[in-house]
């Protein structure tokens, strides 16, 4: 008998589709074996009863498909789980930021004019002190605070607390101001006893905010890295001469050197669909160093001819999967989690309200001061000028999504020129400060051209970086060392492999203003001329100025016009600046050559304009219409 190929559809998606074509398929195939199609025959029952299957698996295959599918995922642990496998962390709530001001008593030292604080007693206190409101809110510090340095980027405040009858100073009062996040510190215990490869434990809280930090019971720090794979992690340390005796002279400006350090103790964390935070740890368990048991040449197979096989039996070539190269597994210790929960609207307390020290750890070195500082500690208090801001319950479904979503395209890596700037602003400010930065393709002369003038040839695998600072009057300055070391071992860590980064100082073009203006008839003249005079400082402050900007001699005119009592503009000239014994950076610029169309071009090298002094470099007078 011959066997007929059966034409068999697949594109059948509900039950009426399924019903209808199993009766067509009945009644082509099978004419003469079945031919009552009633609603109440049995063999409408069965081709009824597949139907329902068929749309049952079909619903299911639907939904399984949009489920796996982040743009189009419905269910909320779905969505926790393909936004993170985009390497986005969704947050549970947010804690509240607010800057804390804490005090502490000094007593005095010296007599008469000589009279002064006595930096002894000075406390230095860690980062994590527990600060809280009356309603039991908590704070914790991320900075430390130490009384002993005043910086730019954390000036002490000094203040007369008390006198005594001869009018000398007895005790000074000081002043810190550190940023505090929101959260109520928690602390458990997890004990592991044979290694696991991805081990993984459970916070049991829904509203985990931050991992403090994670010690074994050996000593033995573990750090919490963006992907398992991540070797190094930041690392900071105190810029004094004991650790870089070249680089502590910056220490005003720079407290802290940033230092890449590799560890293979380290973990991971998820948040899972019940909204509950899981630490998962490497897959290094074996005690064999990793040159050992990773498949090479002298280990496995008969070998290259000029080695000598060091063993006999069969390697498993998946051992490089319980290497340290993805951290190690913890075995036969007792780790302690430490970490917050909180956050949300609540938070967001008000302006002095966080007034209780509630936990601090004051380093102190006997050894090096030999006095008592019970009683100074007792001084210690705590107030927030500013209301806390920030705090908020956690993201919804969408907002996870469309988040992921813009995450996945940045990859947390300097990709765009744009990245590369952000990435300067977003430096924290302990390692040095970058206020301004611009970043262009690197450039070299053809040097195999010998005729003049050499072309010029893009490098494309190198980009100049160009970057200025501020002084302590808020003038642009070349960073120090310190702060160039730190950026590029900050950088170091999101730029792309093939990317070579020079960091370079951009070109300070200072200059002056003159300007005649025409006053109304009945406004002060004085008056108008200081409104002009303010209003350029606007115009001009160095937090609007931009590397390689230009200036709009026109639209500069059109805002002095606009300001009460302003008649017109008789006049405005732009003047270089630059002689260096009145403090200028004395670089030499042709403004007239520079301007095309009443606009100011920058130079050809990455430059930026600047009013070093307003109030002597702007100079204004009254003329008659």
């Known amino acids: 008998m011959e066997l007929v190929k059966k034409d068999v559809k697949y594109l059948n998606k509900d039950f009426a589709q399924f019903r209808q074509n199993l009766i067509n398929f009945a009644k082509q195939y099978f004419p003469n074996t079945y031919s009552d199609f009633n609603e109440s025959s049995p063999g409408m029952m069965f081709i009824e009863m597949a139907s329902y299957v068929g749309d049952v698996l079909s619903y299911y295959a639907d939904q ?25 962390k969704p947050k549970l709530n947010t804690p509240a930021t607010v800057d804390v001001d804490i005090f502490q008593l000094v007593p005095s030292i010296g007599t008469g004019v000589n009279t002064r604080p006595d930096y002894r007693y000075a406390l230095t206190i860690k980062a994590g002190m527990v ?54 510190p928690k602390t458990l215990t997890f004990t592991f006893t044979d290694p696991k490869p991805y081990d993984k434990i459970t916070l049991p809280d829904t509203n985990v905010l931050d991992i403090i930090n994670v010690t074994d019971s050996d000593g033995n720090i573990w750090y919490q890295t963006d992907y398992l794979a991540q070797d190094t992690i930041f690392e900071d340390i105190a810029n004094i001469p004991f650790n870089d005796p070249e680089l502590s002279i910056y220490r005003s400006t720079v407290p802290y050197i940033l230092k890449l350090r590799r560890t293979a103790r380290r973990f991971v964390t998820r948040v899972r669909g019940d909204y509950k935070t899981e630490l998962q740890f490497g897959s290094g368990i074996s005690s064999d160093s990793d040159e050992e048991i990773i498949p090479n040449p002298r280990n496995i197979g008969s070998g290259l001819e000029y080695l000598d096989r060091i063993t006999t039996s069969n390697i498993d070539p998946t051992n490089f999967l319980y290497t340290s190269t993805y951290g190690l597994a913890p075995n036969n210790v007792t780790l302690t989690v430490n970490y917050t929960v909180g956050g949300g609207v609540a938070d967001n307390v008000g302006s002095n309200t966080i007034n209780t020290i509630e936990f601090n750890t004051v380093v102190y070195d006997n050894e090096i001061y030999s006095v008592d500082l019970t ?61 301004k930065a611009y970043v262009i393709g690197d450039t070299q002369l053809d040097t195999a051209d010998i005729d003049y003038p050499r072309e010029t040839i893009t490098n494309p695998l190198a980009l100049n970086l160009y970057v200025l600072s501020y002084d302590s009057n808020k003038n642009f300055i070349t960073p120090n060392k310190a702060i160039r070391e730190n950026l590029r071992t900050y950088l170091s860590n999101y730029r792309m492999l093939t990317d070579a980064l020079n960091i370079k100082t951009a070109y300070i073009i200072n200059i002056g203003i003159n300007f005649e203006v025409v006053p109304r008839p009945s406004e002060n003249s004085n008056e108008v001329v200081l409104r002009c005079v303010d209003r350029l400082k606007q115009i001009f402050n160095n937090d609007r100025m931009q590397i390689n900007g230009t200036i709009n001699i026109s639209n500069v005119v059109t805002e002095l016009d606009k300001l009460q009592g302003v008649q017109s503009i008789a006049s405005l000239e732009i003047v270089n600046l630059f002689d260096t014994n009145n403090g200028y950076a004395g670089n030499i610029y042709d403004i007239t050559a520079a301007t095309k169309n009443n606009i100011i071009y920058p130079s050809l090298d990455p430059s930026i304009f600047e009013i070093k002094y307003p109030n002597i470099d702007i100079k204004g007078r009254v003329v008659k219409p």
């Open 375 to 435: 009683d100074t500690k007792t001084t210690l208090a705590v107030i927030n000028a500013d209301p806390a801001t920030g705090g908020k319950t956690r993201d919804d479904i969408e907002s996870i999504r469309q988040n992921a979503i813009a995450n996945f395209a940045a990859q947390n890596r300097a990709i765009t020129r744009e990245d590369y700037i952000s990435r300067c602003y977003s430096m924290p400010a302990k390692y040095g400060s970058i206020e």
């Open 64 to 88: 399984q498909f949009r489920e796996s599918v982040l743009s189009s995922a419905k269910e909320e642990p779905n969505v926790l789980m393909l936004s993170q496998l985009f390497g986005y």
């Open 131 to 184: 600060v809280r409101t009356e309603q039991n809110i908590k704070f914790r510090t991320i900075e430390p605070v130490d009384f002993s340095q005043s910086t730019t980027t954390s000036p002490t405040d000094i203040s007369v607390y008390s006198v005594n009858g001869s009018g000398d100073v007895t005790v000074y009062l000081f002043k810190k101001t550190v940023r505090a996040v929101s959260g109520t």
